[in-house]
């Protein structure tokens, strides 16, 4: 022990014991709060959490506050684990608990898996239970999609139609069931026990060594036409594909190969060969151009004789010809363009490259031109070079066909843009083309519609009577629903029609919105209803005041049946009994454009008398002009008839407030004169004195 520490105090002591003490815990903070892997420390009696690391509480998506206090199994993440209470008695029995593949639920609902471990140790004067919870489940993908890959190659190794196999330079190292059975074993285990030597296998033993050193040389598949060698000794041809494959330091570790026999696509192309005489009869008597061409030559080798009709040049001429002297330059240019390309193509067995069609302009011995479309097939010859065989057929009319096709729809298009109402073009239930008007009606862009079915836009109600009419090709006008891009829904009016369009046989539909005026019908219907029901008279009549319109008011009113007053003048309502100038004030203010209110005494059809009340009114169309005239009147006759009693009591009531008033003046007058004979009565000397 240093002299330092022998003249420490004790309270020196504890201090640096403390200093010490503070960073340990500092430093078990940090990698506690720093752990890549979840922590828990549980007390070891109650096993509740008295502390969780950041990594967990994000791991599982709860905070921390609600995790501390509570015990594992009162965590829903850790509901399927063996309860709380056998794991504890574990724990304290044993000392350590390890779940290799524990299955948890997140706060979000996420499924995790994770490595789950717990052991018991001495924290000062308590036990405590620490839970390293280590996230696995990327772990576990990787693995499982590491098997499922590998259980694909081995399937598509065991089942592969062509020969597959891994060998060294002097051994085979694994062959798959088609190479076993492609070289007559009847299994790879057959063909390992017979210890077959790959060189063996291949008729010219140096073409393998060349492919060998060609195929460690490149970066990629070396490829060549092979003849092999079967195990009772009869040959086959079959196409090789061999590369090196290497280790992370560059060095070869295997050579992997692909054998596919072609031993029936030669024998065809040698029957191919063998029947040329055969079609070459055939040729010269077609309508169309036949011909060949040597690839290595850039020659003609065959054309037939239509080539006159064609061209006006005869067979001899045209086989002497360059492609330069028969193709127009900007032909020319384009065969440039892709032969190259598709020659390195079907070396490399790309079966899209054996044949093309393409149009070609020729020119003719005139100096005119005529457009081909001419068919060509790549073929190997047999000293391995390649040729071409072709047929060119002259398209002069279609070309001029389709031009007028175009033109057509061009106008068609012009017609459509022009429209008032949306055009479709469909085929097979789907959109072609539409027109900007139609776009525009159901709120998308033209492109957004071409390609989709057409029911898409359609309300799902009325869908099976669309595909009806798509199916049975009805051409009838029918009403539908449609949805529009914000999800509104419009009516519209469509008729179909069948066409052609882009030389295709298609059904254009016409949709005309029906939306507006819909919903103007259901307004008429809702104000014809309530014309026929007001309680009310209701006349609409023309400039002329003869009738167009009366609602069953009227007729329970006048007693006139509609078609009895339909184009009679109003005036057969007049009773006589009015005074001429208040229908000449009405007549002035409604051709006036002014509204007239009064009242009326009409005769009814019997005869009867009728008082109404009338609001008339001119019709005015959207140019502001008269039209109609419009009366609206109420029954008042019984209203006049009280109005008379009224008149007629009140009239009564004044005479009798007269009558009593003279009477009570009267009255006044001989009570005063009784009054005074009584006194002269009473006092005699009253009338001496007088």
Avoid at 158 to 170: K, L, M, R, Y
Avoid at 388 to 405: F, H
Avoid at 560 to 576: H, M, Q, T, W
């Amino acid at each position: 022990m240093s002299s330092d520490h022998q003249n420490e105090s004790t309270t020196d002591k504890v201090a640096r014991v403390e200093r010490a003490l503070c960073a340990s815990e500092l430093s078990y903070r940090r990698l506690f709060e720093s752990a890549k892997d979840g922590i828990l420390i549980l007390d070891a009696e109650r096993g509740r959490i008295n502390d969780v690391n950041p990594f967990l509480t994000k791991l599982l998506g709860f905070s921390r506050s609600e995790m501390l206090g509570k015990t594992v199994g009162e965590l829903s993440p850790f509901k399927d684990i063996e309860s709380n209470q056998a794991m504890l008695e574990r724990l304290q029995q044993h000392g350590y608990v390890r779940y290799e593949d524990l299955p948890l639920e997140t706060r979000d609902g996420r499924h995790i898996a994770v490595e789950f471990v717990s052991n018991v140790y001495q924290a000062g004067d308590r036990k405590v239970i620490q839970c390293n919870i280590r996230d696995i489940t990327q772990r576990k993908w990787s693995n499982a999609a590491l098997r499922n890959s590998e259980q694909n190659f081995r399937s598509i190794f065991a089942n592969a139609p062509v020969g597959i196999f891994q060998s060294t330079v002097s051994c085979l190292l694994t062959v798959n069931p088609a190479m076993a059975k492609m070289f007559g074993y009847e299994s790879q285990a057959e063909m390992f026990a017979r210890s077959v030597d790959p060189e063996a296998l291949f008729v010219q033993h140096e073409q393998r060594r060349q492919i060998i050193h060609e195929a460690m040389e490149l970066d990629t598949y070396a490829v060549h036409e092979v003849e092999f060698r079967r195990m009772d000794g009869s040959t086959f041809t079959a196409n090789l594909r061999m590369r090196a494959v290497r280790d992370k330091a560059g060095e070869v570790e295997f050579l992997r190969g692909f054998v596919e026999d072609i031993t029936e696509r030669k024998r065809a192309e040698e029957a191919l060969r063998a029947s040329e005489a055969q079609y070459r009869l055939l040729a010269d008597n077609l309508a169309d151009v036949l011909w060949t061409f040597d690839l290595q030559t850039m020659r003609f080798t065959y054309v037939s004789p239509s080539v006159q009709r064609l061209r006006g040049y005869t067979a001899e001429e045209a086989i002497a010809q360059s492609l330069e002297q028969i193709l127009t330059p900007e032909s020319m240019s384009s065969v440039k363009s892709w032969l190259g390309g598709r020659m390195s193509a079907f070396l490399a067995r790309d079966p899209a490259a054996t044949t093309q069609v393409h149009e070609l302009d020729l020119m003719c011995k005139g100096g005119a031109t005529v457009s081909t479309e001419t068919a060509t097939t790549f073929l190997r010859n047999p000293d391995g070079g390649l040729r071409v065989v072709g047929v060119s057929r002259d398209i002069t009319e279609r070309l001029l066909g389709q031009k007028a096709l175009r033109e057509s729809e061009a106008r068609l298009r012009a017609f459509t843009e022009a429209a008032f109402d949306g055009i479709i073009i469909s085929e097979g239930g789907a959109f072609v083309d539409v027109n900007q008007q139609l776009a525009q009606l159901l709120g998308y862009k033209i492109s957004e519609l071409v390609g989709r079915k057409v029911t898409d836009i359609v309300a799902p109600e009325d869908q099976p009577l669309i595909r009806q009419n798509q199916a049975s090709g009805l051409e009838h006008l029918h009403e539908a629903r449609l949805i529009r891009k914000d999800g509104s829904v419009i009516t519209v009016e469509a008729r179909a029609r069948h066409c052609i369009y882009s030389d295709r046989p298609m059904r254009m539909t016409a949709v005309h919105d029906i939306t507006e005026r819909i919903k103007s019908s259901a307004e008429l219907v809702k104000m014809s209803q309530a014309l026929e029901q007001s309680p009310v008279t209701i006349v609409i009549t023309d400039l002329a005041g003869n009738i167009e319109y009366v609602n069953p008011a009227f007729t329970r009113l006048t007693g006139y049946a509609r078609e009895e007053v339909f184009g009679k003048n109003s005036r057969i309502l007049k009773s006589g009994k009015m005074v001429p100038d208040d229908y000449k004030r009405l007549w002035e203010a409604i051709t006036a454009g002014r509204e007239w209110r009064g009242e009326f005494l009409n005769k009814a059809k019997g005869g009867r008398l009728f008082w109404e009340s009338a609001v008339i009114s001119p019709v005015l169309n959207k140019a502001g002009q008269i039209t109609h005239f419009l009366a609206v009147k109420e029954d008042i006759t019984q209203r006049k008839h009280l109005e008379g009693q009224l008149r007629q009591a009140q009239k009564m009531e004044a005479v009798g407030q007269l009558a009593g008033g003279v009477a009570h003046d009267f009255n006044n007058i001989i009570v005063a004169t009784l009054m005074h004979l009584g006194m002269l009565q009473e006092n005699p000397h009253l009338r001496r004195r007088k």
